[in-house]
């Protein structure tokens, strides 16, 4: 039988606020444990809570990029349980009155866009952080650090709209491109301010009702995430064909033993026994201020993307990576506005760039080739200055110093051989050396053309004009 994934994912991305959602301490990352606390976030008697107005603005700033409807009230509520990283013994969330409902996100799927459905965007607090000696399971002592807590965050929730774990992957990255052009979250999954909870089911190909659904936690990478949804995918599809049912529980990906483990049967909503939290006022965002900050958004990936493919004729599969970052884009265009070459600069950023920055584990932030020393090098290889092969060897050397390319091509004496004479001279030498491969080649043989020209290009160090030297050798050859 074939079966169809339903997936839902819930993001949680820590907002980088100066301070925290509802105290002054630092939300800064990293500082030394227990640090950056004071009564309010530690939950101690008779402090209260005041919000954080910039943590508002930047989920107005998600919500919008996400097409949601803000609500004009919305109300924050205690979300009971305990836990030895929830001091308070509860979390300051929103429950009835979101923040912010009914968006999307437009994602690339299989050459066309994909709407995934935004439930709601809320705000909340973060716990603290609990560190366990060696695994969890035998841990045998736990440190907990109270810096997180407090910490702004927004819960981004989609809709049962993913239908595999490719696509739960390129929504994540999406979610993570929006997140990072708006400049309110890093996005770092493996240090924990970018997360993401999935729920799972499938059912048989044409049933409309849902299957029962798992939720899959422990996550912290893409990878993780696409590997822990494939492998959860197929423990439930072996279950139903074994007559079994799925149960509907939490699960841990354990990514050392690649499985998923039950933590725990799933807790309802009404096992928080939410109720409105009395320290904190009603959320009233005016429409004025809704305004404003629309106005700040800059032009978000989805946009840019288009306008790549209209603007410069390139493949949506290049716009797409161009413009992952804001950063990434910017060098992209800076590029073309200096060499005029769209699809040309594309590749050598796609294919040569990225790969020496992956290398380095860089950012495009601390790429050592200016778009004008890049700019350059092009216009070198369509004057026919410097062979595409050449440029290769350029190319690296001006990431390697940072040098302008016509330094090096001088420095190194690269520039390419196109004088007739000196190929011509080049190729009657090596037509000498090997007369029993000319008389071969004559003979019938003529792919023993592919080796003179290797031995030209040899003799020339790459530095001939190949496709001159193609011509020359056909004209020596067909002569003698
Ligand atoms: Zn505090």
Not at 222 to 247: D, N, P, S
Not at 286 to 294: F, P
């Amino acid at each position: 039988m074939d079966y169809e994934t339903i997936i839902g994912l819930e993001v949680h991305a820590q907002l980088l606020t100066r301070s925290k959602i509802f105290c002054v301490c630092s939300a800064t990352f990293g500082g030394e444990p227990n640090t950056q606390t004071c009564p309010v976030c530690t939950g101690q008697p008779g402090s209260l809570p005041v919000l954080n107005v910039k943590a508002v603005e930047f989920a107005l700033k998600m919500a919008l990029a996400c097409h949601c409807t803000i609500s004009t009230f919305s109300l924050f509520a205690r979300k009971n349980y305990f836990y030895p990283d929830l001091p308070k013994g509860y979390q300051i969330s929103q429950y009835e009155y979101p923040l912010a409902k009914d968006g999307y996100v437009e994602i690339p799927v299989d050459g066309k866009h994909k709407r995934i459905g935004i439930i709601r965007i809320h705000m909340e607090e973060d716990a603290g952080k609990l560190i366990h000696e060696g695994s969890f399971e035998s841990s045998t002592w736990s440190l907990v650090d109270f810096n997180r807590t407090g910490v702004p965050l927004i819960e981004i929730v989609s809709g049962p709209d993913i239908r595999s774990a490719d696509e739960a992957g390129v929504y994540l990255r999406s979610l993570r491109d929006i997140l990072r052009y708006l400049e309110i979250c890093d996005g770092d999954m493996e240090k924990g301010s970018f997360r993401c909870d999935a729920n799972v089911s499938i059912r048989p190909k044409g049933q409309s009702d849902f299957g029962t659904r798992t939720e899959l936690k422990n996550m912290n990478s893409f990878r993780h995430v696409e590997r822990a949804l494939e492998h959860e995918i197929r423990r439930q599809v072996a279950l139903v064909e074994a007559g079994e049912e799925v149960v509907q529980e939490t699960r841990l990906w354990d990514e050392e033993q690649e499985r998923t483990l039950s933590m725990r049967g799933k807790e309802e909503a009404h096992d928080y026994r939410y109720f409105p939290d009395p320290d904190l006022v009603p959320l009233d965002v005016s429409e004025a201020w809704v305004d404003d900050i629309r106005k700040t958004l800059p032009e978000l990936p989805a946009e840019k993307r288009k306008r790549f493919v209209d603007q410069y004729g390139i493949p949506e599969y290049d716009a797409g990576i161009l413009t992952t970052s804001r950063s990434l884009a910017d060098y992209y265009e800076e590029c073309v506005k200096l060499s005029g070459e769209p699809k040309m600069v594309s590749n050598w950023i796609m294919g040569d760039l990225l790969r020496e920055l992956k290398k380095d584990d860089r950012e495009i932030e601390q790429c050592p080739v200016l778009p004008k020393h890049l700019a350059s090098m092009l216009k070198m290889i369509k004057d026919g200055v410097i062979s595409g092969k050449i440029a290769k060897t350029v190319f690296e050397e001006i990431y390697l110093s940072g040098k302008a390319p016509e330094k090096i091509v001088q420095e190194k004496g690269l520039i390419q051989v196109t004088d007739m004479d000196e190929i011509q001279g080049v190729i009657r030498r090596i037509l000498e050396e090997n007369p029993k491969l000319v008389e071969d080649y004559k003979k019938g043989k003529e792919q023993l053309l592919g080796f003179f020209v290797g031995q030209v290009m040899k003799a020339t160090r790459g530095k001939a004009n190949p496709k001159l030297v193609n011509e020359l050798l056909r004209k020596n050859l067909s002569k003698e």
